[in-house]
């Protein structure tokens, strides 16, 4: 069974920096084809696609957030860290790290974590 | 980017009734598309992937349809567990980019 959970703080402060932990089990990424991709959403709002780590270490990311945005993984621990840089208000969101596996099930993002709520706010 | 127009944005059903909802894309994606739900407050729910694949354990009154620009979720006999919100998403090329939701209530 595959699970993921999301951890880190709950408030950041204006032009601070975001770390979030996903913490997963139930597959490893340094299978090939696996990765997990991190996603977002505001209040009320729709749903955002941030970024994406691969099992080769591959990784992609939005174009409007690129430049503020990093991804790693610690296989070992079965981790995914996303780093955000100099957070903004409008960043407010719940953030959900994602399992997706290339070639399977159309490479859709199939389980989800719980996500978690970050505010920024001075 | 491509972009991912969903409509309606929100929809009033009774419990039985057909519901359909729409996912066009700025340009061709193939079938690279799925659906989700998402209820207030929890993550969301794989339903469909390959534009018309049903997730495993996903009641089969939900399907979908479509290649190339035009998607279809189709809701056969809407039931009360089926509120919430909608999404599609296609995974053709970065940025990976949604629909705008479609909430549905049930009357």
């Known amino acids: 069974q595959i699970t993921l959970k999301e951890s880190g703080p709950t408030l950041v402060k204006p032009t601070q920096t975001l770390t979030l932990t996903c913490t997963f089990s139930g597959f490893s990424l340094s299978t090939s084809a696996v990765g997990v991709g991190w996603f977002r959403q505001p209040p009320g709002k729709a749903l955002e696609w941030l970024g994406l780590?691969?099992?080769?270490?591959?990784?992609r990311y939005s174009p409007s957030l690129k430049n503020r945005l990093t991804i790693t993984k610690d296989t070992s621990k079965n981790q995914v860290v996303l780093t955000m840089a100099n957070m903004n208000p409008v960043d407010t969101a719940t953030y959900y790290c994602?399992?997706?596996?290339?070639?399977?099930?159309?490479?859709?993002?199939?389980?989800w974590g719980q996500g978690t709520m970050v505010t920024v706010s001075s | 980017a491509i972009q991912m127009t969903q409509s309606p944005s929100s929809l009033s059903a009774s419990v039985g009734d057909r519901v359909s909802i729409t996912c066009r894309a700025s340009?061709?994606?193939?079938?690279?598309l799925a659906w989700y739900q998402q209820k207030p407050g929890t993550a969301p729910k794989l339903l469909i992937h390959s534009a018309s694949s049903l997730e495993s354990g996903v009641p089969s009154r939900f399907s979908g349809t479509g290649s190339g620009t035009d998607f279809t979720l189709t809701i056969s006999s809407l039931q009360p567990e089926d509120f919430g919100t909608y999404f599609c998403l296609q995974d053709y090329n970065y940025p990976l980019t949604f629909g705008g939701g479609t909430k549905v209530e049930i009357k």
């Open positions: 780590i691969y099992w080769d270490d591959d990784k």
């Open positions: 994602v399992h997706r596996e290339d070639g399977y099930k159309g490479s859709a993002f199939d389980v």
């Open positions: 340009e061709g994606i193939r079938d690279d």
